[in-house]
Each structure stands twice: as C-alpha cells, then as structure tokens.
C-alpha cells in the first residue's frame, strides 16, 4: 500500500418522506466513489429500508449507478451508504496544455466546452469570460479563476437551492459550491476548454478527525493531452487527496445522488442528508485494506 | 397556354408539372390512367363528397379526436401517378438513404468515427436533443434503429430531391392506407384499370420487421405505445396495432418490474416483447430523461438496455432527425456505404457554419428557414414574405442561436391535379412521403403519403398546416 495514501471513510444517510404511501418507487442512486485516478474504494456498501437488492451499471461519464426498486408500498425510503476510500498524495499537480480548436472540435472532450442544460453559455457569462480570461489560453489563467470566483462572490449557505441558476449567482452574489462551480464551467467553457462538474466530498485534515455535512463539488479541466486537472472553485486553487471524488458530469444534473420515480399521489419532502467523513487512522486502514483483499479473494473463488 | 389531350379530357392547368409537360401535354402516366376520369367532374366531385362521408363515417381524422370536431384530412380524389421507372429510382434511392442513416446513428451510440473523422461536425450531434448520451455503448438487437423512416420527397424542376428525413415517430402510413382503401372502395374499376401496385403489405411487413428484433423470436408480444387519445396522430397508432395485432397502450397501460415490461390487459399482467413507440424517446423513461413525463414507464430504458424489450425505432434514432444534421445524409452515404448519393438534399445551410450562416443572412428572400427541433411546419418561415423590420430580427435571431435554426433554399415544389372546390381542376404544391422499414434489408413501401397544399397559394403541405393527401399510384408498368 502506498504509504503516502489518506484514508477517509464514508458514511452518506439520506431520507427521502413522501406525504403518504407510494408503491413502487423507481431510484437511480449515484453514491459510489470512483476508482479513477488517485482515488479508489476499499469498501462500499448500500443499504436501503425498506430493503431492496440493488443493482449497477456504469453511466455515459464512467460513474457508478444503483438502481434502487422498491415494490412494497413505503412513505419513507432511507439510504445509507458506508465506504472506505483511499487517496494518494497526486504526484505533482499538473497544468495541462490548452486545445488547438480544430482538433477539439473531433474530439469526444469537445462534449464538455459546449453548453449543457445547468451551464448555458449566455451573455452574461461570455462578457465574464472576456472580463476574466480574454485571451489567455493558459492553465494558469484558470487556477486563477478558480480564486478570483471566491473573492468575487461571498460563500452563504441557503443563500440558493439545488435547482438555482448561474443567474441567481450573479444576481445574488451569494451562493455555494454548485454554484460556483457551474459558474467557473461557463466561464471556462466560454474560453474553450473542456471543463467538467465534480460532485464529492472534502474530508478532514488531521487523523482521526471528522467533518460532518460536508457534500462537496468542483471541476476539472482536460488539457489536450486528455488528461483531467482539479480545481477548486469554492476554496480557490489545485484539489488535493482530502477531494474524494463521486461522480462527474457536464453539470450538476448528471451527478445528482438521487433521481426518483414513483407511483401515486403523494409529493416527496427535500431529502434529509447528513454526510459524515471520518480520517482513518493507518492501522484502521490496513484492516480497511485486508478486508477488501479477502473480499476479493473470495469472489474471486466463487 | 392549354392544351387538350383527348376529345374527353378538359383543358389542364399549365402548372400542373406532376401531370402536364411544361407544353401542356399531359405527362404518359397521366395520360394513360386519368384521361377519362378528368373528363367526367361530375363523378370526381360525387367521389369527393362520398369520400368526405366514408372518412367521417370511419372517424378518420388528423387532429384530436378527444375533442368534439376535429378535422378529417381533406382527401383529393383525383390520385398522383408516378411511372414504374420514376418508382424504381425513387426506391433505389431512399433504400440508400435509410441505411446510411442507421449506420449514422449507430454510430453516434458507438464508436463515432464520423465526428472523428469530421464529416458529421461533433458539436452538432453533442449539442443536438435527440443524442441521448447516456445511451453510447447500448448495441440494439440486431443492431438496427431506425426500422420505420419516413422520408419527405419533394420534385423541383422535373428532379426528385429530399426536403426532411423523419426516423423520430414518423406518421401518415394510416392515411395512405386509408386513402387507397377509400379509392379501391370508391372507384374500383378505376384503379383496376389503371394497374397499380398493392400497398397492403405494409402491416404484414412491419410486424415481421418488429417480430425480428424481439428478444425471443418465438414469442413476440407487440405494444404499440401511444401518447394518448390527444395526440394528433391517435387514429393512426390504434389502426397499426390492430393491423398488427399489437396491442395498443399508453404509458401508464405498462409497468416495469425487475428490469422486464408487462402491459396491463385485462387478463391481469402480460409481458411484453416489443414497444413499437410512438413517443419521441425523450419521453420514454422519467427516470432518465424528462422526470415529469407519463407517457413511459420509469425503468423502460433500462429494460431495453438489458435486452428484455425490443424499441422500434430504437432510443436515441432522434439524432438523425436534428434538421441541423440533415445537410450531412449525403456526405454520410459516402462515408458508410460508400456510394454517390442517389437522391440529393433540397440546397441546405448548416447555421452554425460562419461562412453559410452569412450566405443565407446576405440572400435571405430566397430561403425558408425552419426551427432544427419542430415539426408539423410549426414555426417555418420564407424570408420572400418577411418585411425589412423581419429580416433584420430573423438575421439577429440566426446570428444569437444559429442551433436552433436551419435554412433551405425556397424551391418550386411540383404541383399536381386537385380537384378545386367549384369542381374544376387546379394545380397544388405536393410532396410525398414513402415510409421505409429496415428489416434485413430496407423494404419502401410502393407509394406512400401525397400531401397537397391548402390552395393554390399555399407552399406548406403538411396536415397541422390544412393541407390535404391524396392517392398515390405506382403503376405496374
């Protein structure tokens, strides 16, 4: 194991309540970690009451899908998921070299420069990009956007909601990490850089410690050579091991945890989330690590 | 100029380049199979009024039959001819046209090599409604998606040229089966005479063709998913599924359970093989695409995904009905089949391109310009009848959303012989529309749907715009 690696596990509770009893609900969970890159999942479990068996598949963007179907008629539909992820320390943060637009314009990549349905790319945002970027094709430029976007804008939860808009940003100058992150997308992708939202969490610096309520997003970048630099337009700069990355997508609207569909008359509540990440220590880890060896060794042998 | 081509047919419109030679002769086709009956008004304005009970009597009607008084489709009893060697051409050619479009779109959800190798411009089909991404990677059976295509066929100076291609849910094969069942009732002798290819093979044709994408060919229990009795085309969708004994639903007759589709009948719960669907496939699934749709059931996508239930066409064939991506059909025949295209596009300008866009701002009376994502000739417009205030707003308009917008240049459609409503002839704008199912090999249905312009003035054909449809007779020889 890579001594350079953090541990962090992961407990995400959400409740859903609907007004009465529904029968079936159809739900799409995105909840798993990814194993790309830096990051992988030691352990992942997914527990629903009322009970169900679910079943995966891997979506367009590379990110794990639950599909949760509950038969019987329920008013309640809770969630639990408990993970271990670990993160290696990246290996030098990298700076991607910009497009040359022609070679964009054939490449797969160039689906995340256009707009998509939460990043319009509008006036507003054009005249932010020339303001902001003009035309600076550099990496830097954006490492510099992703601390300008902070400064400019005050940080206020509840200030949005889920569903608000890079309008209500600007308009507002207030708002939070969804929103800052689908405001650096527009800003970037007006410069022509393929730029993606990533959804996550942020765990906690020291070991043992613990954050809670902490459902995270930022972006990242691809540079021509293909390869997806991080950046954090909330805290301004490079992601770093303690971004624990969950899903990614054009927008917020590809990586929503839960997408649901369900019979009957009923109107479904805000969920209830509570988001626990806790920093394990080495030993915890390592029993983390040989509980994950044996449960492959096992599926290996069935 | 007039001419009169025998002692009992009366003077033809010049216009009328669908029957007359540009002297006034009538065209051989013609000649041969309407000469006696363009003699004789009194029986063509009795088969109009018959007809016009015989539709009403059946409630065929274009519009919603919910609704106390939709409209029937203005049926023209006089047909539209076309010469076995027209057809042949025509068939060769739309043939053609079907498969390069089903590679296209197998494309699109496969490896996509022609936005790699630029002859489909990536940002188009990224950027178009009907690319359903989280669809890449799912392989149909059989590999096929666009199996019923009905494509818009319009002739300009004596040449056969495409004015649209629709592989999304395209209509209109009712009412030239009904058409021909109200001639062949109507005026048997007629068209008996005339020696004309039979178009009943059409429900046979389409049941094999969705026969052979169920998951388990020996059992195909086939739904025909409709929208509902609001939709304009309702009539058509519970005809097809009888003619196919389907049987037909809507979005809350069927459920999915563990990944397979059941169809509420009354027997109880019945499985279903194949969705022959009738819903633009955005609609499909509100658990992946729009969550506040009811015309399909949550976990349909998924259960086709599996392979548990066949979708004709399949989700995701939209793609290639984006009017932004038609101007590319012809380069995509070159570049799949590799042949020469053997019909042409009607000249088209991709918006989105800089240097067309200022092509079509700078000659803008001679274009019509269509919204990419609309049909039934909603929202269509020609820059020869928009005022100078207009084009300006219409060139600002193509200039902030060139996406949204295609442009074609206005051309003459041929008209035909149409009964006018004092009972004399007069010429209408007409195109045609022959549906094409792709089964092992594409199969066009001999014919297919005339629609005739409104009036004499009108340029539009389509039916939500008033216009009407007509017989159309491929001869035998």
């Not at chain 2, 010049?14 to 029957?19: I, M, P, R, S, Y």
């Not at chain 2, 009412?175 to 021909?180: F, G, H, P």
């Not at chain 2, 012809?330 to 596009?345: F, H, K, T």
């Not at chain 2, 005022?387 to 219409?394: D, H, K, L, N």
Request: glycine share 8%; with cysteine.
């Amino acid at each position: 194991m890579d001594s350079h690696a953090l541990t962090f596990a992961v407990s995400h509770h959400t409740i859903l309540r609907y007004s009465e009893a529904v029968s079936p609900s159809y739900n799409e969970v995105r909840m798993r970690p990814r194993d790309r890159g830096t990051q992988r999942t030691l352990t992942f479990a997914l527990i629903t009451s009322p009970p169900a068996v679910p079943r995966s598949r891997v979506d367009f963007f590379g990110n794990t899908v639950h599909r949760v179907d509950i038969g019987d008629p329920h008013d309640t539909l809770a969630m639990a998921v408990e993970t271990v992820v670990e993160s290696a320390l990246p290996r030098g943060r990298s700076s991607p070299a910009g497009w040359d637009p022609a070679t964009l314009e054939r490449d797969a990549r160039l689906e995340y420069a256009l707009a998509s349905p939460r990043v319009p790319l509008g006036p507003s945002t054009a005249a932010l990009s020339r303001e902001w970027i003009g035309d600076d094709r550099s990496f830097d430029a954006l490492v510099e956007l992703s601390m300008l976007i902070p400064r400019e804008f005050r940080y206020l939860t509840g200030a949005t909601t889920v569903d608000s808009s890079i309008e209500d940003l600007l308009g507002g100058g207030a708002g939070v990490c969804q929103d800052f992150s689908h405001l650096f997308l527009a800003v970037a992708r007006h410069a022509g850089w393929p730029a993606r939202y990533v959804s996550g969490y942020l765990g906690p610096e020291g070991e043992h410690a613990s954050t809670s309520g902490v459902s995270h997003a930022w972006v990242e970048v691809c540079g021509a050579d293909g390869t997806w630099a991080g950046l954090d337009p909330t805290h301004g700069g490079h992601v770093g091991p303690h971004h624990l990355r969950l899903a990614v997508g054009r927008d917020y609207g590809d990586v929503a945890p839960h997408r649901g569909v369900f019979y009957g008359t009923a109107h479904a509540s805000t969920p209830e989330v509570t988001v626990r990440v806790t920093r394990m220590s080495e030993r915890a880890a390592r029993t983390a690590e040989r509980g994950a060896a044996l449960y492959w060794q096992q599926q290996q042998q069935q | 100029m007039i001419a009169t081509p025998g002692p009992a047919c009366p003077p033809l419109p010049v216009g009328a380049d669908e029957c007359v030679t540009a002297s006034g002769a009538p065209r051989p086709a013609y000649a041969r199979t309407l000469a006696a009956a363009l003699g004789d008004a009194a029986m063509l304005t009795d088969m109009r009024d018959r007809a016009i009970a015989w539709f009403a009597g059946r409630g065929i009607t274009f519009g919603v039959p919910a609704l106390e008084g939709a409209p029937i489709i203005p049926f023209d009893p006089i047909p539209r001819v076309l010469a076995a060697t027209e057809w042949r051409a025509i068939d060769r050619a739309l043939a053609q046209r079907v498969m390069a479009l089903d590679a296209f779109v197998a494309d699109c959800y496969g490896a996509q090599r022609a936005l790699r190798d630029g002859v489909v411009p990536a940002r188009l089909v990224y950027s178009s409604t009907g690319y359903l991404r989280d669809l890449v990677g799912v392989r149909p059976p059989r590999a096929t998606h666009c199996h019923v295509a009905g494509i818009d066929v319009v002739r300009v100076d004596g040449t056969f040229l495409v004015l649209e291609d629709n592989v999304r849910v395209p209509s209109g094969i009712a009412y030239a089966l009904v058409a021909r069942e109200a001639t062949l009732e109507l005026a048997r002798d007629w068209i008996t005479a005339a020696g004309v290819r039979s178009i009943d093979g059409y429900a046979s044709r389409l049941r094999r063709t969705l026969e052979r994408i169920a998951p388990r060919p020996w059992e195909a229990r086939i739904a025909v998913l409709t929208p509902g009795p609001y939709n304009a085309a309702f009539f058509e969708h519970r005809m097809l599924a009888d003619a196919i004994g389907g049987v037909l639903v809507s979005g809350d007759e069927i459920v999915v359970h563990e990944d397979e589709v059941y169809c509420r009948c009354a027997s109880g719960l019945e499985r279903v093989d194949v969705i022959y669907s009738r819903v633009n496939a955005e609609w499909l699934d509100p658990l992946l695409f729009r969550p506040e749709s009811l015309l399909g059931p949550p976990g349909l996508v998924e259960a086709w995904r599996r392979g548990n239930v066949a979708i004709a066409n399949a989700p995701g064939s939209g793609v290639a009905d984006d009017k932004a991506i038609y101007p590319y059909v012809p380069a995509m025949v070159r570049y799949y089949l590799g042949e020469e295209p053997l019909i042409d596009n009607v000249p088209t300008y991709d918006i989105s391109d800089d240097r067309q866009r200022r092509h079509v701002v700078a000659h803008l009376d001679r274009m019509v310009i269509k919204p990419v994502d609309s049909s039934g000739g909603y929202g269509v417009t020609f820059g020869r009848l928009m005022s100078a205030a207009e084009r300006a707003a219409t060139a600002a308009e193509l200039e902030a959303q060139p996406r949204g917008w295609l442009a074609q240049e206005e051309v003459a459609l041929s008209r035909a012989l149409c009964l006018s409503p004092n009972g004399g002839l007069e010429a209408r704008a007409v195109d045609l529309r022959p549906f094409v199912l792709l089964d092992e090999q594409p199969w066009v249905v001999p014919g297919g749907l005339t629609r005739v312009a409104r009036d004499t003035e009108t340029l539009v054909v389509n039916s939500s715009q008033g216009g009407g449809s007509k017989d159309t007779w491929i001869l035998t020889r």
